[in-house]
């Protein structure tokens, strides 16, 4: 993390070349190398072959996106956290509770990647028996991102939808105090037009990555965005980030508090989790991630076809009312077939350095480059 | 409509005392004998006595949460339109598709108070069998508000949830064009402190009718919010209101612009209703409104009264960050019980008046006042 400048850029082809320092050098690899150093990676922090391979995927589906956080950047945090014992490698996912379409379950302090994944899978198979399905899960850990779980059910034919809690570090309106965490989510709908509508977002104004990053360049930002540690307004990005003691405000005031405090209920309280600021039993530690997935099959009312069809439609008729719009998950489809054309992802010689002092570490055949 | 002035004021005990004309006179009277005269005038439009009793129920739950508009004062002109035949007293509404947990129907151009009630009922149905259950109708009319649903859902001891579509009236992030509806929606969940968790609103910075109060108090507003009839940015409330020809903008940008894109999902496509400025098939009238309505029933993972104590659990914990935060619902739910220790609403005779002039037409004895 520290040797990479992230800006975004999302209009730029390949977003790695953004967050080079001065004088770094960029490999392109393979997203099938990447692939396997993932995979072969978390087996040997522990992970067992499927485990390993379902939480790989994520990452390569966070990775194509282009977004250049919450992606293959965190892999080496992960491999550490797993190694130090922060994380579980081999956990026993527990079901709580199931009451015909609805079913919860503690994650054993897993990996949010694969109980991200697990409750996507749940909510799939509750959704072929019940047209919904909901499925939530405590005691796990980041989730990377949205975008992967959401994107493999829309690409098996479900609406999917996931949502995650951790600590309050949003404000609400009118106030400077933290209450609420940013209520991270994310939904996909099938297309037929080669890539899922797709929407991934916290629901304060900014994440604090967006934040390092304006302040990196020099930027201001909108003063309702965000206060700083005093609870004054402020332009300053850097001072409205949690690092900095500042407190993100939810969009739209209100609203957006509103619909973060639904994603609560969905996630704390419907997996039996945490709440706010609640302690974990046992462990006493703030913030602790649960995640709630639900899948819809609209098969029975309008056809797999249709489902795909009519969201089109949804989409081609936005765009002929303002021709060039950004429609939601086209950015990332865009990243993907970029890199496929190229052949591979180029990345920063820093990150490779760091994924190959672990593949060092644990015996496994580093990248090349 | 034109007697009134509305001026938002929440934090006032009795909300009608804002919205007088100077010189206009106040006549208070029992929710009870407004809840007779709205039956009576619905049923006397030609509504079936059980429908004119969904329905007053709906109005009766509107206004007691004294917002001022979206209630009370929209039964003239609902009246207006049964009588006229623009919405269909008699709606034979009908199933297209069920799939297990899933539903959707047209609603024989009904009135949305009626419709939406319908769909809110079917999804507890829907979920007392299936722990969670979605209900979607098209070809339906304006729900009034979401709270009266949401709020019948969670009293029932769910999770309710409701979603609206109508024609692009809004924006999208760095554009000028109206692409897509404002996605109002709602939701409620049990507590145990004698009211629910309760969240209404739509999904751009304002609606037109705080734009309007906001115009006519003199008051300027983020230039965030909107857009002029140019395209231009502004902070006048009634430049980029509708009626001017302006556009409103969705909250956080690409976030609330992306959870009105699922709105729409949720509504027009599922329900098999329009979708964007689509028009209807034989009227052809575009933006006609799809609602649905989502019940999660978590009696199976945590009980019915441990949904209730953890929802209080969680408003509470937010309270004690930050004391006398404003949590959802709770101002609902105090004009409401200042209306209940009042013995009455007090109601502008603006309003009274018109009320009673559709008594007069329809033979319905008046309001006394």
Redesign the interface.
Known sequence: MNLEKRKRSPLKTDFFTTFLEEGQSLVRISLSELERLTYELLKAAGLSAEHAGVVADVFMRATYRGVGHHDIYELPGRIDQLLKGGINAKPAIKR?????????YDGDNGLGELCGMFIMRRAEKLAD??????C?IRNTRHILASSPYVEAAAQDGY?G?IVTRGA?TMG????K????GTSPMG?A?PTDKGYP?M?D?C?A?ASNGVLSDKAQAGERV?A?WGLDADGNPTDDPAAMSLPKGGTRLP??G??????T??G??LT???S?GQ????PQPGTGEVGVPSHTA?C???????GREG?AR??S??IG??EA??PG??V?GKRSSESRVGILSRGGIDVPKGLIDKLNERASLLDVTPLTG
Chains 1, 2 share one sequence.
């Open positions: 709580l509770h199931k009451y015909a379409a609805l079913e919860n028996e019940h047209g919904i399905g909901l939530a609406i939808y309050p609400a309106p009118g106030r105090e933290k209450v609420i939904y709908v509508l929407f977002a629901l104004y909108p309702h969009i739209g209100h609203k957006g508090f509103g619909l405090i639904l609560e209920i704390g309280l419907l039996e709440l706010i600021d609640e639900v819809i099959k609209a098969d029975g009312l309008l489902l009519r969201t439609e949804l008729r936005m009312r303002a719009l950004i939601p």
